[in-house]
């Protein structure tokens, strides 16, 4: 039980829990005695994400200057051209940094992220850009399954003040694209939520993302998930229920 959870409370800079983590996780292994299931997998859902919310503030603190367009959008850039991404893809990656919005970080959710850097698969194929990450991913799903929610973009774009998401995780993907379109926001494609994954990868040590704004086979939502040290993409039913 203990190993099972420990595996997701590693600082992303060292190979060690660290001390208040290993508090959280003994304090949850003493609950497994007086909680039902469900409980218990949200008790640690929880404490994952707060963990991960507080690597965020810390990393914020840390690497301010990423947090403008011309620190993050060059940082980004750097991490596809060492990832080898081609030189002509590349070529199309000259954004007007000087005419972007400033970003100020909101309290309420605590997981965005200025600037992310989208590639289309048009360019670069998704079991392509899946491979390409710090963490190489894979997938068993048919390439010709996936489809965009909107036309998709010819061009690599910016996402502006992205979101992870995690406020949704007591919804149905149903509930979840729901409170997203009520929300003014757009859900993020699979090609954005990879890129999302390339610009803070430590994201899938505590949590799966869904690219609510694509289908597999239409009635399928693509997830994106770390399983046993690899990057995983598969799908989930449309029709799925709550999964934290």
């Not at 670069?124 to 991913?137: A, H, K, N």
């Not at 489809?147 to 509930?175: C, N, W």
């Not at 040590?205 to 704004?213: D, E, K, P, S």
Request: aromatic share 10%; net charge negative; with cysteine.
């Amino acid at each position: 039980f203990k190993a099972y959870y420990m595996r997701f409370f590693m600082d992303s800079e060292s190979t060690s829990p660290r001390p208040d983590w290993k508090q959280l996780v003994a304090a949850g292994t003493t609950l497994a005695s007086s909680l039902e299931p469900k409980q218990l997998e949200r008790y640690f859902s929880d404490v994952r994400i707060a963990c991960l919310e507080r690597l965020f503030i810390e990393a914020q603190v840390r690497n301010a200057p990423l947090l403008s367009a011309s620190g993050a959008v060059p940082y980004q850039l750097g991490l596809l051209g060492n990832a080898g991404y081609p030189q002509e893809v590349l070529a199309q990656t000259r954004f007007p940094l000087d005419e972007l919005p400033a970003w100020t970080h909101s309290a309420q959710p605590t997981l965005r992220f200025p600037f992310v850097v989208v590639i289309p698969a048009t360019l670069v194929s998704i079991s392509e850009q899946l491979e390409r990450l710090p963490t190489p991913g894979y997938t068993s799903l048919n390439s010709d399954g996936f489809s965009d929610v909107v036309a998709p973009e010819s061009k690599p774009y910016l996402l502006y003040d992205v979101s992870a998401g995690v406020q949704h995780r007591d919804q149905s993907i149903q509930e979840g694209l729901v409170a997203v379109q009520q929300a003014g926001a757009a859900p993020l494609t699979v090609v954005e939520t990879l890129a999302l994954v390339r610009a803070a990868p430590v994201l899938l040590n505590y949590t799966f993302l869904r690219a609510g704004g694509s289908r597999h086979d239409e009635t399928n939502v693509p997830d994106i998930y770390l399983s046993g040290g690899k990057i995983k993409l598969k799908r989930e039913p449309l029709d799925s229920g709550v999964d934290i």
